[in-house]
T-cell receptor, first 116, second 114 residues
Framework: EADIYQTPRYLVIGTGKKITLECSQT?????MYWYQQDPGMELHLIHY???????EKGDLSSESTVSRIRTEHFPLTLESARPSHTSQYLC???????????????FGPGTRLTVL | SQQGEEDPQALSIQEGENATMNCSYK?????LQWYRQNSGRGLVHLIL?????REKHSGRLRVTLDTSKKSSSLLITASRAADTASYFC??????????????FGKGTHLIIQP
């Protein structure tokens, strides 16, 4: 089991609410990622970070924002949730071991968000 | 379009049989990874194969990579009910932009009948 945690696991919330999805890892990894996944579909990268104070947008445009104040913590925030944000959000981290190419990523259990 | 595409989309076999899943990709890669996802859970890394490797084993898993055909296969031997999950291939090539992270296919949904 990877030492990466996400809270809450499930969240049902009304339109217009501000929400923060938490992600923490205790492996000391520099790189962290947020993916969005609709049921039965592929994962899409929405945010990533190379380390403290680094945040980058991924392939899929997202209205969410992220911050990386501490190595172990990479929260994702939606200022005003909408039904179109309903999805599963997966956090991951990786260490820089591969000389070329991507490293193995360790995933949290995910947060399933439903916006009514 | 997807960088990695798994085939078949869904597969149902009897326990004890072998399961084979395929993945095709479009651009050159440095490595390719396979992940498993149980329903409603996060992904678990299974195996990484580098572009200069042709085959790799891990327990009941066997992965092959053919860079000339831009394809990979995952074989699970002597399947068990606990192998029921979705299996994703992921590559490091980006189809556009400079984003880090992996590019995933839509997955193969594997069901093992007891």
């Amino acid at each position: 089991e990877a030492d990466i945690y996400q809270t809450p696991r499930y969240l049902v919330i009304g339109t217009g609410k501000k929400i923060t999805l938490e992600c923490s890892q205790t492996m000391g990894h520099d790189k962290m990622y947020w993916y969005q996944q609709d049921p039965g579909m592929e994962l899409h990268l929405i945010h990533y970070s190379y380390g403290v104070n680094s945040t980058e947008k991924g392939d899929l445009s997202s209205e969410s924002t992220v911050s990386r104040i501490r190595t172990e913590h990479f929260p994702l925030t939606l200022e005003s949730a909408r039904p179109s944000h309903t999805s599963q959000y997966l956090c991951a981290s990786s260490e820089s071991k591969e000389i070329v190419g991507r490293d193995t990523q360790y995933f949290g259990p995910g947060t399933r968000l439903t916006v009514l | 379009s997807q960088q990695g595409e798994e085939d078949p989309q869904a597969l149902s076999i009897q326990e004890g049989e072998n399961a084979t899943m395929n993945c095709s990709y479009k651009t050159s890669i440095n490595n390719l990874q396979w992940y498993r996802q149980n329903s409603g859970r996060g992904l678990v890394h299974l195996i990484l194969i580098r572009s200069n490797e042709r085959e790799k084993h891990s327990g009941r898993l066997r992965v092959t990579l053919d860079t000339s055909k831009k394809s990979s296969s995952l074989l699970i031997t002597a399947s068990r009910a606990a192998d029921t999950a979705s299996y994703f291939c992921a590559t490091d090539a980006r189809t556009g932009g400079g984003a880090d992270g992996l590019t995933f296919g839509k997955g193969t949904h594997l069901i093992i009948q007891p």
